[in-house]
């Protein structure tokens, strides 16, 4: 399954808190599972774990999607491509299919107009293939599309689940044609012990976290949920699978509060 807008695969597999053996394990699962799209980020700590686990899997890395993440304090503009070159390295690869500016530069520190001007030469340079946001609202989407056209972010991954259902910036993203990519889609395990959730699985026959990432999937978001053991891995593939209808729908839709997990105060913009 792929979503048209981005032209990666709308299922892929995220490596947030996994590193070292861990992360070369669940990559290389993932990998002979299926999966071949996956995400990581300067941040994690885990760019050369995620390169070895590809270059071992063998896999094609022409059929593997890799993203990674431009930390803020490379956000400048001379910043930017060392950075991305020095990830590349790590990964064991030439280039990679996504980058994304992780967090919004906090207080501004570095110019959007800068990071967006270097991710721009980054692209035209074969560094990556395409380049996107992460973290960020409205406001700042809207000076993104200023900046360089809608038609050149690749996508805005953002915090939605079942519990953030994010509809205002979510809507303002459909709007605008800008894809959506959704971290923490199971709530970092709380939707998955919710009695609505495992009541619509039981009547799929299905587990809670395929319903989940089913109705992520369905809500038209690219999902990158992470896990380090294969039967989990193999599992949440199978949500592609399983077909939620309206009234499964609403019920979800109940479940909305608002309940951010991540919001770090250095980092976060003022949420819509």
């Not at 431009?70 to 491509?81: F, R, Y």
């Not at 953002?158 to 979510?170: C, D, G, S, T, V």
């Not at 699985?201 to 294969?230: C, E, F």
């Amino acid at each position: 399954m792929t979503t048209p807008a981005l032209g990666i695969p709308a299922f892929g597999l995220g490596t947030y808190r996994l590193k070292d053996q861990v992360v070369i394990d669940s990559v290389k699962d993932a990998l002979a599972l299926g999966y071949r799209a996956i995400d990581t980020a300067q941040i994690y700590d885990n760019e050369a774990a995620v390169g070895r686990a590809w270059s071992e899997s063998g896999v094609p890395r022409s059929d593997i999607t890799l993203t990674t993440k431009i930390w803020v304090d490379k956000l400048a503009g001379d910043a930017l491509i060392p950075s991305l070159e020095e990830s590349l390295r790590k990964l064991d690869t030439d280039y990679v299919d996504l980058t994304l500016i992780h967090w919004p530069s906090p207080g501004g520190a570095a110019p959007l107009a800068d990071t967006l001007e270097a991710l721009t030469r980054a692209r035209e340079q074969g560094l990556t293939r395409a380049f996107g946001i992460s973290n960020f609202n409205i406001e700042l989407t809207r000076q993104a599309i200023d900046l360089v056209g809608a038609e050149n972010i690749a996508t805005n991954q953002i915090e939605l689940h079942p519990y953030l259902q994010n509809r205002r910036l979510a809507d303002f993203l459909n709007q605008a044609g800008i894809p959506i990519t959704s971290y923490m889609t199971l709530a970092v395990g709380k939707a998955l012990q919710d009695p609505v959730i495992e009541a619509i699985a039981q009547r799929h026959a299905a587990t809670p976290a395929q319903v989940v990432l089913a109705w992520a999937l369905q809500s038209g978001y690219a999902v990158i949920p992470s896990s380090t053991k294969r039967a989990n891995l193999q599992s949440n593939l199978l949500a592609q699978q399983v077909k939620l209808d309206a009234g499964d729908l609403a019920k979800i839709a109940s479940l909305d509060r608002g309940e951010r997990i991540a919001n770090p105060q250095q980092l976060a913009p003022a949420w819509d």
